[in-house]
């Protein structure tokens, strides 16, 4: 059976939480979660790789077990995120190695390969977007709040915070919502109840809007790098939809696109075919 070891680490004074398993001299692959989830969503996929695969998933600052600093202490920004995974995976002594990416960590990870591309061996991005035609009218309310930040528009993203639109986000899509497990949005629904979380969560909605003012300089590392690329996407996602995905193609014209029948968490009813794909994808 595959071992999983659970750890936090300390980066410059920043405690993250991470799960890994595998062979430390193998192929690394970096799993970045998404909101409002954690490492958790994970734990199904790790197991299917870590027989060949060094796998790493860190909770990203402010989810999950790793540290939530006050927002006096710490700016709740995508670059700030990445600039801890960043630094997460120099501690670690990652040198090299293939990222997976999905909803949040898609910028997250985009960020750590624009910084440096010449770490990254491989992207696999599972509903994690680039491209504006990949953002559905779902956003809608977070782009007001980006127009306009007024307490009310803010206020109005409470919507998303709450359990039922979490439980929402995992079974939209799907075919049989009997094959979800609870444990995933519950434990989701935990972290988001924390004192505080409802307010970093909401600083986050707010500055989306600059990973997507980054889109163009993703989108030309796609163009100038071409990593080996696999988009593997829930076609039913409510969030990214499906251009999102094609659209990698555009720009790396070898890119691999999958499409599974199901949601925007797609782990929870697709894990053993990702895994497929991802072996497949890395041999």
Known sequence: MTKVSFQKINVDGFNVFYREAGPKDGSTLLLLHGFPSSSHMFRDLIPLLADRFHVVAPDLPGFGRSDMPSREKFTYTFDNIAAVIDRFTEVLGLKKFAIYVFDYGAPTGFRLALKRPERITAI????????EEGLSEGWNPIQAYWKNPSEANRAALRQFLTPEATFWQYTH???????VSPDGYSLDNFYLARPGSDEVQLDLFGDYKSNVALYPKFQDYFRTHKPRFLAIWGKNDPFFLPPGAEAFKRDNPKAVVKFLDTGHFA???HADQIAAEIRNFLS
């Open 173 to 179: 899509g799907v075919s049989d919502a009997t094959a």
């Open 267 to 269: 782990l929870e009813t």
């Open 124 to 131: 696999i991005s599972q509903n994690g977007n680039a491209y």
